[in-house]
């Protein structure tokens, strides 16, 4: 795998998989408060370390060795309409890098907080489905 295929791959990661946590949440878990509360929170580990192999990985190497369009997915169209066009698309570069993990390394202390301040809730899979 190369270095833009694996900044790529972790990238998709941090982005569906605590999405994907959120829909199982909201279709399924409800019933299971430790279940809702594990996948949220297994989810958002498992971003917050993908985003730190990022940065750890790619933040510190020279433009040379990771251009910036090395790193760009142009892979879905939205609209096209004549000369206007919107795509699905994502371009890693070392600001959002660091921007990804503050938000994951914020995203994932709010969750280990709420474990405790939601315990009795009564909406406490709700609330993990939406954080």
């Known amino acids: 795998m190369t270095d833009s295929e694996l900044k790529l791959t972790l990238a998709m ?7 994907l946590a959120a829909a199982c949440i909201g279709l399924g ?7 809702s509360a594990g996948l949220s929170l297994g ?12 940065f750890i990985k790619f933040h510190g190497a020279p433009s040379s060795i990771v251009p910036a369009t090395d790193a760009a997915f142009n892979g879905i169209q939205w609209l096209h309409l004549g000369d206007f066009k919107v795509d699905f698309a994502a371009l890693i570069d070392p600001l959002s890098l660091l921007m990804l993990l ?8 709010v969750q280990i907080f709420s474990l405790a301040y939601m315990k009795t809730d009564a909406g406490y899979s709700r609330y993990f489905a939406g954080l």
């Not at 878990?29 to 279940?35: K, N, P, S, V």
């Open 13 to 19: 990661v941090v982005l569906f998989l605590p999405l």
């Open 29 to 35: 878990a409800r019933r299971w408060r430790g279940l």
């Open 43 to 54: 989810a958002s580990i498992i971003a917050f370390v993908c985003s730190l192999i990022l």
């Open 102 to 109: 503050i938000v994951t390394t914020v995203g994932t202390l």
